[in-house]
């Protein structure tokens, strides 16, 4: 083997992508994007072939169309949620209203984007989404330990108010009561948790979660805020999660 050869670096693997959806103009179109943009795409039509693929290959990050024939993306996020299965999930909806994203949510997808879409927003939403999966077995916890309020154990664990986080375990309570978050859910808790009693501006969310800035007319971080709140805050008890009209976010437990 020449020395050349023998200290050659190692090409990293291509991120795998499972890509469901049924108009094929927007497959095609969304399959060769995504090949450009250096993922191994798998590109299938419904939702049935969706699964069988996802069980065949285990790829890295999903992306479902959600109106797909017979068994739609929010169907096919709930069967493999239902199974254990946490690939990261990026769903293309031309849903805009607010309870409809909310739906993408409950069934247990991580992300969404709406049609029609940028195809750089769809590479950025899923450059995040693999960033949070890579980085989730050993987060250092950059990006937000400046938090005054927040405390962080000596088994890594940090809490704030009557709420604790587990980052290795992906892992949250408030009090005695464990919280079912998503992946952006619980990443977005986290930053809040770590800066609690700080007001964290829309655009620091944005590059801290997406790494990406939406946008005055975005509508995904207070949708974000709005469903984490009711997942957070219980009848009778404390709010934590506060709105700064025109800045932002704060937790903090008044």
Excluded at 89 to 102: C, E, F, H, K, N
Aim: glycine content about 10%; charged content about 30%; proline content about 5%.
């Amino acid at each position: 083997m020449s020395p050349t050869a023998a200290s050659a670096t190692p090409r990293a693997a291509s991120p795998t992508v499972l890509l469901a959806e049924d108009d094929r103009a927007i497959r095609h179109a969304l399959e060769r994007a995504l090949t450009l943009e250096g993922y191994e795409v798998t590109a299938v039509a419904d939702g049935v072939e969706a699964i069988a693929q996802a069980h065949r290959s285990a790829p890295d990050v999903l992306v479902l169309d959600v109106m797909m024939p017979g068994i739609d993306g929010l169907q096919v996020c709930r069967v493999l949620r239902a199974e254990g299965d946490r690939t990261p999930i990026l769903m293309l909806t031309a849903l805009v209203g607010t309870p409809d994203r909310i739906a993408g949510l409950d069934a247990g997808a991580d992300d969404y984007v709406v049609k029609p879409f940028d195809v750089d927003e769809v590479f950025a939403r899923l450059r995040a989404l693999l960033r949070r999966s890579n980085d989730a077995s050993s987060d250092d916890g950059s990006g937000g330990r400046d938090g005054r309020d927040a405390s962080s154990g000596p088994d890594g664990q940090v809490a704030a108010a009557d709420l604790r986080m587990d980052p290795q375990a992906r892992r949250a309570w408030r009090g005695e009561r464990e919280l079912e978050l998503t992946r952006t859910e619980f990443d977005l808790l986290e930053l809040l948790v770590r800066n609690a009693g700080i007001v964290l501006d829309h655009a620091t969310i944005y590059d801290r979660i997406w790494g990406y800035d939406f946008g005055p007319g975005s509508k995904n971080l207070a949708v974000y805020v709005g469903y984490l709140r009711r997942k957070v805050d219980e009848p009778g008890a404390t709010s934590l999660i506060h709105t700064v009209r025109g800045v932002g976010y704060v937790l903090r437990e008044d």
